[in-house]
């Protein structure tokens, strides 16, 4: 089970929310943020620091699938041909 099964809509966008804001903290030389939210059964915290950057894009485009927020332009692809 992930750590974001579970929580409503309405926490998950406060959850959202507050990694966004810990990348952006990250991205403009902070070194560590702290996200911390309520769940149904206490409640959690998480550090994050500058080589956490990979999992904090991570964890902010899981939640924004969970909430079927779309990501815009897919990857792109190059061929051989």
Same mark, same amino acid.
């Given at each position: 089970?992930?750590?974001? %099964? =579970?929580?409503?809509?309405?926490?998950?966008?406060?959850?959202?929310?507050?990694?966004?804001? /810990?990348?952006? !903290? +990250?991205?403009?030389?902070?070194?560590?943020?702290?996200?911390?939210?309520?769940?149904? %059964? =206490?409640?959690?915290?998480?550090?994050?620091?500058?080589?956490?950057?990979?999992?904090?894009? /991570?964890?902010? !485009? +899981?939640?924004?699938?969970?909430?079927?927020?779309?990501?815009?332009?897919?990857?792109?692809?190059?061929?051989?041909?």
């Amino acid at each position: 089970m992930g750590v974001y %099964d =579970g929580l409503t809509n309405a926490q998950l966008q406060t959850q959202l929310q507050a990694l966004q804001n /810990a990348y952006f !903290a +990250l991205n403009t030389g902070q070194q560590v943020v702290s996200v911390s939210y309520a769940q149904g %059964d =206490g409640s959690k915290s998480v550090t994050f620091r500058p080589a956490d950057i990979l999992r904090l894009q /991570a964890d902010i !485009a +899981l939640i924004q699938t969970k909430l079927g927020i779309s990501h815009g332009r897919r990857s792109i692809r190059f061929s051989m041909r």
